[in-house]
Structures are given as C-alpha cells and as structure tokens.
C-alpha cells in the first residue's frame, strides 16, 4: 500500500470526521488528524464529577421528522448512508426570543411564531410572510446570488417596518451561527432563519457523544485512520501544491490533496509558503457558559422553554465586549431536559440550566490561573443573575455548577480569538491559494452540528471526489 493518503483532513470535528466517511465510501485512503486528546471541536463532552457535560451543543438546529425527503438533516444521513435511528432526535417542547415587555413563542412549526407576531405585532405579519417568501433557497448558497452578501437588517426592513420586531427575529439567528458583529450577510440569515425557525430544534437523548461515536465508527469502518494528540504543525508547500504535513512532533505525512477544518486563517498559517496574514480578517464573537446542575427538573419550577434568547434592551447587542471579560445583556438559556424524549429513554438524571453570554478571549487568557478561576465564579453570579430575569429564578436548587471560557473554547477548537463562528467572510466554495487545500466547517459557511456536517459532505463531494485527474 502506498504511503501517500489520498486525503488528510485536519481537525476531527463533525465537518471533519463527515468529509472522512463521505470519502472513505469511495475507497478513499483518508487520515483525520485531531491535535486535541478527543473528538468533537467545538461540539465534544467532558466528564467532571461524574458528570457528562456536552461542549457547545445546546440544540440541533435543522431538525427534521423521520422519512422527511429534503433538507440538510436528510441530506446527512442519505449522503452518510446513515439511518434516523442512529441520531433519534428529540424535538425541542418550545422555545422564546424575550425582550423587555414582550416574548415570541416558537418551535419546530412556523404557525407557531406567525400566531405570536400576529398577536404581538398585528401589522407585521404580512411583512413577515413576504420575508419568508423572499428566503434564498439551499441551492443557492454559493454565494452566486447577488442578495448573499448584502445586509440581513436592511433586507429585513424591505418587508418588516417595527424595529423591535426585528431585532427579536435576527437575535436568535445571530445566537446560533453568525460571526460577523452588529449585523449579518443576508444568506447567512436565510441558512439560520431556515434552521432555527423553519426547520427547528432537536437533541439527542444522550447527548452530542452518540452523534460523535456514530461517526467515528463509521468512519473507521469504512478504514479510515483517525488520529489523535497529532496537531499539524505544518502544511509542507512544493511548487504550488500541498505535498502533506508535519505534525507536532516533527512525523511527515503525504497526501495528495487536504481538507482543513481549522478555520481559513489558521489554515493559511499553516502553509509554509505563506509569511504573511491579514490577521485582522480573524472572528471576535466568543462565548462563556455557565452551568448549572439541579436537585430537581426546571419543569418542577415553571421553566418550561427549551431555550431562551434573551437582550435586556430593544436594541439586540452583537459586539465582543471590549471593555470586560463578558457582556451579560444578552444571552441564551438552554435547559437540555426540556425535550420530548422517547419514554423508554426515561429522563436525564439531573436537572439543567445552561446560559451563554458573549466573553472577550483575549481578556480571559491574559488572566493568571487565580485570578481565572476566581473570575470564572464572578462571571457564572453575574449570567445567572441576568438569566434570571428572564426565568424562574432556580439559584437555590443548584447542587453542582461548571464554566467553560473562550480559553476553554480556543483550547478544543484551535481557533483566533476562540471564535465560535469562525472569521465573518466565509469562503463559500471552500478554495484557498493552493489548488489541491480546501476548507470545510464554519469558515466554509454552514455552522451548527448539521450545518458542519453538510459542509464536510459538499466539500468532499466538491474537491476531493472529483480532482484525481487535475493531480
């Protein structure tokens, strides 16, 4: 057997680990090299305590019921060759966007928040179905269609004339899957507003370890090679082209052609012909979350929302926190037990509340380890208290908590400034400088667990199941 992989993909996050199965179908040699000790990227788990804790998944977005033919979710398991068993997802019991004196209800059907803008908005509902109907499709997401990069705010105020209204509609969206501040590019509305609103939200039983465990058995089934404590150090550049890496640890490894998940920046960084970056171009958005472990379910208190997006003002505020290490003003609220599971899955063990608020890494990792650890317990007081606002206050039931920062976030992703979203330009078609590297994930352009997975798929399809004959 040759001693050249056909394809190395760097990073074994979902985008990672899907382009690997999506190739190793086709008889691929493929090799995933993951410098973290686990899998996952941003979405992975932990245990601590005797707990399971999932990293960064509050819900699925994309949902979709079992036997639906179109759509991101079915497009994962046909493409995956996967059944809806091997995800048996959930469905969210409901969910809310609250702001000062009013609340928008929604869940995994659209009548929902059409009754609730009727009734809250009664001018506006038109101007929200018009919205709806203006909605690039899927099929358009390559960025081609001249509306892709124009303002979602200003296309939203072409049907929507209430600003509160507005800033309600875009807060979730720029929540779940928007790195660019204060505003967002109008396809990526149209890929969130379908996934949060249209599509919905949903939640394995048992968490994000039994997509990640799914994968990766099908994907080492298929022969694929995953490795682990094996960051890239180095893409080696011969003549124009990828020739392979070298690891951390000084090993060389061939390919013909490679597949970053490492974010287009950190990618190019990588490359050795490269001396120069627009460093600048990086993401800011970066998140810290609070949580909280329950003597008893948030149901048992009055909470019954699957999640909460939450902004303590009219005006929606989507910026890095400059000026201190986070911004509790807005934030979402996530209780994982508020799914409906299947019966015979019984019920998590514990109760939940997650909250995130937006956090500056830069100010996080300059802290020193007391003075961290110390600030991780201020800043957990100061996401409940503004949570609570918003909720049921559940402070005395609290039995165990756990916070993760920006540091925490750049240590499982490898991304500048521990950028959730990665960098605000996305490359759409997935190409960099040199004709046989190409990105997947969220500097792609699809973010979220199903929208990482499809950007593995597209962009193994695209480049590296179709180039044997331009190497």
């Known amino acids: ?124 509902i038109d101007g929200f179905r018009s919205l709806c109907g203006s909605l690039l499709d899927y099929s358009d997401m390559d960025g081609s269609d001249p509306q892709f990069m124009r303002s979602a705010r200003e296309v939203i105020a072409e049907h929507i004339s209430d600003p509160l209204l507005i800033e309600m509609l875009i807060c979730p969206l720029m929540w779940y899957g928007n790195a660019r501040e204060d505003d967002m590019d109008f396809g990526q509305f149209c890929i969130m507003f379908r996934a949060c609103y249209l599509e919905g939200f949903g939640r394995p039983f048992k968490g994000v370890r039994v997509i990640l465990k799914n994968l990766v058995r099908r994907f080492r089934g298929l022969g694929g090679e995953l490795k682990l404590r094996s960051g890239v150090a180095r893409i080696r550049v011969d003549n124009g082209h990828a020739t392979g890496v070298v690891l951390d640890d000084g090993t060389e490894i061939e390919g013909k052609r490679i597949l970053s998940s490492a974010g287009n920046i950190e990618t190019l960084r990588l490359c050795d012909d490269i001396t120069d970056l627009e460093v600048a171009k990086a993401g800011k958005l970066s998140f810290i979350e609070s949580i909280s472990i329950l003597d008893r379910k948030p149901i048992d208190f009055g909470f019954d929302r699957t999640i909460v997006f939450y902004n303590d003002s009219e005006t929606f505020h989507w910026r890095r926190p400059d000026d201190s290490l986070c911004d509790a003003r807005t934030g979402v609220i996530c209780s994982p037990n508020n799914y409906i599971y299947d019966p015979e899955e019984g019920e998590l063990p514990d109760g939940i509340v997650r909250i995130t608020t937006l956090a500056n890494h830069d100010r996080w990792c300059s802290l020193p380890d007391e003075k961290y650890q110390a600030a991780k317990v201020s800043q957990y007081d100061d996401a409940v208290a503004s949570a609570v606002r918003f909720m049921p206050d559940f402070r005395q039931y609290v039995i165990d908590t756990d916070v993760f920062t920006p540091k925490t976030i750049r240590r499982f992703t490898w991304h500048d400034n521990g950028a959730v979203y990665g960098a605000p330009d996305k490359q759409l078609d997935g190409t960099t400088h040199l004709p046989n590297v190409f990105l997947c994930g969220t500097d792609q352009g699809f973010v979220g667990i199903v929208g990482a997975i499809v950007s593995g798929i597209s962009m193994a399809n695209r480049h590296c199941l179709n180039t044997e004959a331009a190497l």
């Not at 702001?99 to 659209?110: A, K, Q």
């Open 1 to 124: 057997m040759s001693s050249t992989y056909d394809t190395i993909i760097i990073g074994a996050g979902m985008s990672g680990l899907a382009a690997g199965i999506r190739l190793a179908h086709f008889d691929q040699r493929v090799c995933i090299l993951e410098r973290h000790y686990t899998i996952g990227g941003l979405n992975s788990f932990y245990r601590l305590g005797g707990r399971d804790y999932d990293v960064g998944l509050h819900a699925m977005t994309n949902f979709a019921r079992k036997g639906t033919k179109k759509g991101p979710l079915a497009k994962l398991i046909r493409q995956l060759r996967f059944s809806w068993e091997d995800f048996k997802l959930a469905e969210q019991i409901g969910s809310s966007i609250r702001f000062p004196g009013v609340s928008l209800n929604f869940n995994n059907d659209i009548e929902l928040l059409e009754s609730d803008i009727a009734n809250h908005f009664p001018t506006q």
